[in-house]
Nanobody, 123 residues
Framework: QEQLVESGGGSVQAGGSLRLSCAASGFDFSGSIVGWFRQLPGKEREGVAVISAFNVRNIDDSLRDRVTISRDNTKSTVNLQIDRLQPDDTAIYYC?????????????????WGQGTQVTVSS
């Protein structure tokens, strides 16, 4: 059974950093594009960053200078670090996996989703 389990969410003060981790199982992780989406309160889910099997990254332009994404195919994990967090980063962060036709930040392209982890940034 395909599974994505996120960890590392929580509460943090503005200006701080957070590292999210996702452990995958039940599918071909090393052959998949994996990454992170988020859902801000009252908004639709949006792509944050994804990374291909060859470590090619696609990061949302508005987050590019604050976000680092990495993967470890030996452990089937994908990590997301967000620096200089702001209250506007408060959201549920979801780990995703799939085989889109390109390194996409469109949610329709990802068939596997984790349950999400809450990140709350206070000012």
């Amino acid at each position: 059974q395909e599974q994505l389990v996120e960890s590392g969410g929580g509460s943090v003060q503005a200006g701080g950093s957070l590292r999210l981790s996702c452990a995958a199982s039940g599918f071909d992780f090393s052959g998949s594009i994996v990454g992170w989406f988020r859902q801000l309160p009252g908004k639709e889910r949006e792509g944050v960053a994804v990374i291909s099997a060859f470590n090619v990254r696609n990061i949302d332009d508005s987050l590019r200078d604050r976000v680092t994404i990495s993967r470890d195919n030996t452990k089937s994990t994908v990590n997301l670090q967000i620096d200089r967090l702001q209250p506007d980063d408060t959201a549920i962060y979801y780990c995703v996996a799939g085989r889109p036709p390109y390194i996409s930040l469109r949610r329709i392209h990802y068939e596997y989703w984790g349950q999400g982890t809450q990140v709350t940034v206070s000012s």
